[in-house]
């Protein structure tokens, strides 16, 4: 079989299994309400969480001013500015580490920091479910990798007493904070008992708890009263409730000087633009603003009362996503498609970003949020549930 046909088939089988994903353009601003081109839509899927997204559009363009666009080079050249280093030194203050490194994006800071930390004849150990990009990382840093059920951690347990390697070799653990399919958290309180008890190191993604965790939104160390030592390693995104774009590794001094070393994807790669980093300042101190996740935290129990109310199938999460399971990737995109003549946009997420079986509406709550947004959703959503085919 030749490229063309390896090609084809690929596309065709995705079709025909119902997954092939389809974009839809924006032709607004991202926000509670945005327009398809055609109609507007109320947006239940962003992971703007705190409505920031909209919010930043003056900084960034005084920022451009004086920094114009592009950053010219990679940070280990010429292209870190006061500006990137201001906003590390002002996420290490929020997230409360000693130590923060930008990355690009969220992808590449996982990559990055998996695959520098861990090494041939190490042993990283996952949850199932976690993010795309550390399984990926894991991939590329040749280590042995091992992945315990979702929040098992009587079986990670169970992986560490009979895999530990050798030393010198190591063991990395590694898991999502709030997962980003599912919306539930991992108890990092058991995860840090579990690595000093195992000598293991852990690193925590938390894209979905910065902003939404936590006093002033530092995240889910705080969220768990942790020190920096019992969660060595954290990662953090700029692209959802900060509202931006980047992302940043925060750790104590060895960690961060080491990725700044060794971490590929920091290296080889050009700085993200100055004036980003610099408007990325005012949209953190919006988001210190305990009041946006008190709104969120109304909004995420409106919409689970009501849809209690209406019999819809929840899942365990108390964070701003809120899935509903349908199992059939077909009924998922039927029920998204109903939604969207209703004026609502909540996007079907079906395998392989989910497993088999096991497709979904995803819905996400912000902050900017009425409540008569989410009443309606409630109406078109327990309307479309009913009507859909099965
Ligand atoms: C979105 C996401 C990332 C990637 O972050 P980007 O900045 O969008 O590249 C990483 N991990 C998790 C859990 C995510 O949800």
Redesign the pocket.
Known sequence: MGWQDRLTTALQQRQANQLERQRRTLHSAQGPVVSDGTRSLVNFCS?DYLGLAATGGTDLARAAEKWQFGSGASHMVCGHSSAHHALEEELARLTGYPKVLLFS????A?IGAISALAQRGDLIIQDKLN?A??LDGAQLSRARMTRYRHQDYDQLTQLLQNSIPDAPAQTLIVS?SIF?MDGDLADIERLSQICTDHDALLMV?D??GLGVLGEQGCGVRGHFNLTPHQLPVY?G????ALGGY??FIAGEETVIDYLTQFARSYIYTTAFPPAIAEAMLGNIERARDNQLRQQLSANIQQFRTGAIDEGLPLMASDSPIQPLLTGDSQRALDISERLRQSGYWVTAIRPPTVPQGEARLRVTLSAAHTTDHIKGLLDALTQAWHEAQS
């Open positions: 992971n994006t969220g992808f590449m996982n993010h990009s550390l999502d980003s993604d894209a979905h990662v995104t700029l692209g959802k980047g992302a």
